[in-house]
């Protein structure tokens, strides 16, 4: 009954709101919509992703392992703050979980996820990229980076030379090339991992 009686009422507003119209249908109205935006003192230093996910596809598999390869969406770290302590920097780090099966398959170690950071996109050499870091079961390339992304990898830095060294102000992004290899038997069906990515800020 309550449900019905709201259907009538709906029904009856509506006739009214008809008749309204066609007694006058010139009349209109405006509504000012405003705001007042507080300006923020210090700005913020603030990361984004441009996604929330991406995709893994099969390439370069063999008959020892089976390989999926993908890009890290775009990472931007943007800083508008006016006052930033001297030697004040910042550092964006990765770190993987297993990925898990939707039916139930074993899981995929994080240590099989691997990646190969770009270049920063805005070329002034203030801010770096991580180092390359492969899968457990690849061979490093460079001494012990074939970890995987199971611990809190570099992607992205700001590189100052010294304690008395003013960061910038400014906006800086970065991708990654993802790399995952497993054995050649892994069971098939979906999985899915979650690539955490965290700002952190420190003091020399």
């Keep these: 009954m309550r449900c019905a009686a709201g259907i ?26 405003k705001v007042d935006i507080a300006a923020v003192e210090n700005g913020a230093l603030s990361l984004t992703v441009a996604n929330t996910q991406t995709t893994l596809t099969e ?8 390989q999926f390869t993908g890009t890290l969406p775009t990472v931007t770290v943007t800083d508008t703050r006016t006052d930033v302590p001297a030697g004040a920097f910042w550092y964006v780090v990765g770190q993987a979980g297993d990925f898990v099966g939707t039916a139930g398959q074993p899981n995929i170690p994080a240590s ?19 180092s ?17 992304l199971v611990s809190g990898e570099d992607l992205l830095f700001l590189s100052l030379d010294s304690a ?41």
């Design 164 to 204: 008395e060294a003013q960061a910038a102000q400014g906006s800086w992004s970065t991708t990654a090339a993802l790399k995952l290899k497993t054995p050649a038997n892994v069971a098939a069906g979906s999985y899915s991992s979650l690539l955490t990515l965290s700002l952190f800020e420190d003091t020399y």
């Design 132 to 148: 390359e870091v492969v899968p457990a079961s690849d061979t490093p390339t460079q001494p012990g980076n074939n970890t995987g």
């Design 59 to 66: 390439t370069g598999s063999t008959a020892e392992y089976r």
């Design 112 to 130: 099989q996820l691997g990646w190969t950071p770009a270049d920063v996109l805005d070329g002034s050499g203030e801010v770096g990229s991580g």
């Design 8 to 33: 009538v009422g709906g029904l009856m507003l509506a006739g009214v709101g008809t008749l309204a119209f066609a007694a006058d249908p010139g009349d209109s109205s405006g509504v000012d919509v």
